[in-house]
Nanobody, 126 residues
């Protein structure tokens, strides 16, 4: 069973920065596709950033230009650098991962993430 351990949440003022980390434990030989989601109170979880197996990165419009997702070379740890934070960024942030597997056409990941972190709270005050 893969465990995702998140860290880095906290409270900042508008315009501040935070960096979230997410480390996948267990099965040290696995590599993972990883992404970040967030959930505002009373709303559904939304995808905000994702790294695909070929290195392509996508962001939601709400964070594009302010947040940066990255992954270490082992593809076991993901980061979310959050700059120019706004009060509307206040949410619980979750990382997600799914193992990269080999196919005759190259490495692939499933479209759905199978593993999730416990969530870390980010609060941005005005």
């Amino acid at each position: 069973q893969v465990q995702l351990v998140e860290s880095g949440g906290g409270s900042v003022q508008t315009g501040g920065t935070l960096r979230l980390s997410c480390a996948a434990s267990e099965y040290p030989d696995n590599r993972y596709c990883m992404g970040w989601f967030r959930q505002h109170p009373g709303e559904e979880r939304e995808a905000i950033a994702r790294i695909y197996v070929n290195g392509t990165i996508i962001y939601s419009d709400s964070v594009k230009g302010r947040f940066t997702i990255s992954q270490d070379s082992t593809k076991k740890t993901a980061y979310l650098q959050m700059d120019s934070l706004k009060p509307e960024d206040t949410a619980i942030y979750y990382c997600a991962a799914d193992p990269i597997f080999a196919t005759p056409w190259g490495p692939r990941c499933r479209s759905q993430f199978g593993y999730w972190g416990q969530g870390t709270t980010v609060t941005v005050s005005s």
